[in-house]
């Protein structure tokens, strides 16, 4: 992996995402190396990894958290950020670099709200300060059931267990939890929403946009019937339908 430290201008990016107000992407790259990855597109915001495979490299925005103190010094009024909105704020490099914490710190302390999504269990390590936070909520991403199906399509990224057993902590420790499945992957639907259903507040959907890029992983692995409109379609339908007959 290729990790090298840049200096960022700008820490809040408004964005249109609903119920945000700004995207925070401590991280240019993502070590996760998801085979999927919709957030390949970031490599032409580099100066160093424009032509690298991603997966292969990530930059540290090592400044990030002077940056996002002065710009939240002169806003006017308290917002609503997600960390991230591409390249995952607790891939392995956070753990060195903390900078994932450090802006939750610094939010915290401007009495912002945070979303936050990643695919990494790391997140318990913050859980002192998500605490703290009156208006947080936590999203894992699980887009599967099948750790098979993860060992292949998302080869760096923490094992479905661990993810699992990271969204019951939060959910234990009283902070309100997600789940987003997407890319919708090979799954056995009821059995991913049995073991989540649980622990979670709220569940989003999505297909899987970058067929192209894994098409042939998929063919290789006989998963081609995942590969098409209907299987996406069907595949959200069961899910939601289990979500919404859902007793609490
Ligand atoms: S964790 Fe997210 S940003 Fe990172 S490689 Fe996977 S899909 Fe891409």
Redesign the pocket.
């Known amino acids: 992996m290729d990790v090298i430290e840049i200096i960022t201008k700008s820490a809040l990016v408004r964005s249109k995402i609903s119920g945000v107000d700004y995207v925070i992407n401590p991280f240019l790259g993502?070590?996760?190396?998801?085979r999927?990855?919709?957030?390949?597109f970031m490599r032409k915001y580099s100066h160093h990894h424009r032509q690298a495979p991603?997966?292969t490299f990530v930059e540290v925005k090592v400044n990030l958290v002077e940056v996002l103190r002065s710009e939240l010094r002169r806003k006017k009024h308290r917002g609503r950020a997600l960390l991230?909105s591409?390249?995952?704020p607790y891939?392995p490099v956070e753990l060195k670099y903390q900078l994932t914490r450090r802006c939750l710190e610094t939010l915290r302390d401007y009495g912002w709200g945070i979303d936050i999504l990643?695919?990494?269990p790391l997140v318990t390590r913050d859980l002192d300060i998500l605490a703290e936070m009156p208006e947080v909520t936590v999203g894992l991403?699980i887009p599967t059931d099948n750790d098979q199906v993860r060992k292949v399509l998302?080869p760096?990224?923490p094992p479905l267990g661990a993810r699992l057993t990271a969204l019951q902590r939060l959910h234990e420790a009283g902070i309100p939890t997600w789940v987003f499945i997407a890319p919708i992957l090979p799954m056995n639907p009821r059995k991913l929403y049995e073991a989540i259903s649980a622990y979670i507040t709220h569940l989003r959907v999505d297909p899987l946009n970058y067929r192209n890029q894994v098409e042939e992983i998929f063919r290789r692995n006989q998963w081609d019937y995942a590969l098409t409109d209907k299987y996406a379609a069907q595949t959200r339908a069961a899910l939601l339908r289990m979500w919404a007959n859902k007793v609490n």
Do not use: K, L
């Open positions: 993502c070590g996760h190396g998801c999927y990855c919709y957030a390949v991603w997966g991230s591409v390249c995952d891939q990643t695919r990494s991403s998302e760096n990224a």
